[in-house]
């Protein structure tokens, strides 16, 4: 998840780099971790490049002035495969004469492979990105050619894994060569000028008139042409479309909030999160480890710590990891864990899951436990940030940046990464499921296709929350890993709709919480699939009669063809068949949009509840 931009103008204009910056700060919202450009000029490509937000990359051109060109890239970086350094931002040189430069958005999965060769062959490599192997693939396949075009063709046809590379060489001045897999990339058709943007915000200042591209295709723009052709180098043709959004819009990719595109964006964070999980041998991997196998495989006890809507994820975490690795686990709100003197040995891991990485609470528990000699692993959404700085391995997950305070992508992505760091160890523990991982990353690898489905049916979703915009208490019921699932929709509807709502473990309703049943109260349960083992569908559905019996208002949400519920439901919202394991990734998914529209309808700012902040870095 980074943001990309390309330009090519008249030479007479020479604006290239003042269209790129401000194209960069349209898309700064795509990550921030570091900001760089390159312009052609004359026979030469000069470049600019700083870690940390646009404003660093700013200073340094004031300081150092770039020369005026007609043609640019810009990139700015939400890190992946490298810390967020000079060294590793973008645009990355290839070969050793300078002549070309390349941007990137997206993992390149087989880069450890490639990278190898190219050391074998004489390359040195200035970063530790992925991105890099690129570029120099690109220098050496453009000193082949002598095309660009065709070198980037070449080059794509050897990468596995999501990229979008836009590149240009001193030799072809008036030209940024492009290509897209997996990741976003459109071009804007100016008047003598055209553009590329990971979206129309990089544009949206200049021209209306946008083209889709096509999944793997090459794009090469001049000022006056724009070319596409596919990977195999048939001539292609993209999808045109005008821009109604305005430019403050844009930057929200057309949805009227941020928490909104953040919902539409779950298909690629779990996507994105998948990416380059295998080595070559198939086995899984994490990506930062500074802690031996052998210590891994010792471990006998794990606790996940976190706080809020990540704490959630680590509940379904427990589920998959115990039944997976066969490893005792439990999940801790961080703060409760931190001072009440837990019990920690070195076979004890602590797993602890943050967005931001910056989670005070998260970050004194992780502290503390390895003050204690435990070993820890970090889930993080932020490449760099200081929890997993301060732990022993890291899994990132792959939400690129989440700026609605409301968690929703990230909790997502967070829950992929546990069910990676379950398999990850039952493999190494020799687990039951070991043998299945290939099978259940295979089932996981469908699950965005079924939230893009599942995202196209929310209109009756939508209804019932404005029609509910009244509501004074919602309660929800979940079982199993629709547990979790129902606490993070009753969160959701707490922070964004100010309204209480609570959520129970549908089996502990009948001690106690069935109380507060009376005529018309409503009350989503989440049911587990038909297919879930010991009956927990059917258990679920008898507390769905007894809440109806007694005035609930039922709003169920069940898998796809189970008739079973619809007797006793007011409402169904169904969700796509997934294995039951992997359901809480397709059931949460209405109750965020539920939260969001009824908060909507509510007049209230879903991006900026109040009292909130999105990273909470006081105990
Ligand atoms: C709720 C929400 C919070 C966070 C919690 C932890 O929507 O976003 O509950 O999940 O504050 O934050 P991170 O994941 O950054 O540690």
């Given amino acids: 998840m980074c943001g990309i931009v390309g330009y090519v103008g008249p030479r007479v204009s020479e604006r290239a780099l003042d269209v790129v910056m401000e194209g960069l700060a349209r898309l700064e919202y795509r990550g921030y971790d570091s900001a760089g450009v390159a312009l052609v000029d004359h026979g030469h490509v000069a470049t600019a490049k700083r870690a940390g937000k646009l404003a660093n990359l700013r200073h340094a051109i004031e300081e150092h002035a770039l020369p005026e060109a007609a043609t640019a890239i810009g990139h700015t970086r939400w890190a992946t495969h490298g810390g967020p350094t000079d060294e590793n931002a973008h645009p990355h040189r290839g070969g050793t004469d300078g002549k070309l430069a390349l941007i990137h958005n997206g993992i390149i999965e087989n880069f450890h492979a490639l990278k190898s060769e190219l050391i074998e062959a004489g390359v040195d490599f200035r970063s530790e990105t992925d991105t890099e192997v690129a570029a120099h693939l690109l220098a050496r396949a453009y000193d082949e050619t002598g095309d660009l075009t065709e070198a980037m063709r070449l080059v794509v046809n050897r990468l596995e894994g999501a990229f979008t590379l836009l590149a240009v060489h001193a030799d072809e001045p008036d030209k940024v060569v492009a290509s897209r897999r997996n990741s976003p990339l459109v071009i804007g058709m100016g008047d003598g000028e055209n553009f590329l943007g990971s979206d129309v915000a990089a544009f949206i200042g200049h021209t209306r008139h946008a083209v889709e591209m096509g999944q793997d295709q090459v794009v090469t723009i001049t000022p006056e042409s724009v070319q596409v052709i596919g990977f195999d180098g048939t001539p292609a043709e ?31 964070a779990v996507a994105d999160t998948l990416l380059g999980r295998t080595d070559a041998e198939g086995k899984l991997t994490l990506d930062e480890v500074r802690i031996s196998e052998e210590d891994l495989r010792n471990i006998d006890r794990i606790v996940i710590v976190a706080c809020g809507t990540a704490a959630y994820a680590g509940m379904v975490a427990q589920y998959a990891i115990e039944h997976w690795a066969r490893i005792q686990c439990e999940v801790e709100l961080a ?22 990485g910056e989670t005070m609470d998260t970050l004194m528990a992780v502290k503390h436990a390895r003050a204690m000699g435990a070993k820890t692993v970090s889930i993080c959404n932020t490449h760099g940030a200081t929890i997993p700085r301060e732990s022993d391995a890291v899994l990132y997950t792959h939400a690129g940046p989440e700026i609605a305070v409301a968690s929703t992508k990230a909790f997502l992505a967070q829950i992929t990464a546990c069910y990676i760091l379950g398999l990850y160890l039952a493999q190494l523990h020799g687990g039951s499921e070991a043998r299945n991982a290939a099978e259940v990353m295979r089932q996981l690898q469908e699950i965005p296709e079924k939230i893009t489905d599942l995202l196209g049916r929310m209109e009756r979703v939508r209804e019932i929350a404005r029609f509910m915009a009244d509501t004074r208490s919602v309660l929800f019921l979940g079982r199993h890993v629709g547990y979790p699932v129902a606490m993070e929709g009753a969160l959701k509807l707490k922070e964004l709709a100010y309204i209480h709502a609570e959520g129970f473990a549908a089996g502990e309703l009948k001690h106690g919480p069935i109380a507060l049943i009376e005529p018309g109260q409503p009350v989503f349960i989440v049911v587990p699939s038909p297919e879930s083992p010991h009956s927990l569908h059917d258990k679920v559905v008898s507390n769905i009669q007894e809440i109806r019996a007694r005035g609930a208002r039922t709003l169920v949400i069940a898998e796809d063809g189970d008739e079973s519920v619809v007797p006793f439901a007011d409402e169904v919202v169904y969700v796509p068949k997934a294995w039951w394991m992997l359901d809480p990734l397709l059931t949460v998914v209405p109750l965020q949009v539920f939260a969001c529209e009824l908060a909507t309808a509510k007049g209230l700012d879903v991006d900026q509840p109040r009292n909130l902040a999105k990273s909470v870095t006081v105990e």
């Fill in 238 to 268: 993209g999808k045109p479309f005008e821009v109604t959004w305005d430019a403050a819009a844009a930057e929200k990719g057309g949805y009227p909030t941020f928490m909104e595109k953040e919902i539409h964006e779950q298909p690629h």
């Fill in 335 to 356: 703060h409760e864990f931190r001072y009440r003197d837990p019990v920690l040995t070195p076979s004890t891991l602590i797993v602890s899951i943050s967005q931001s």
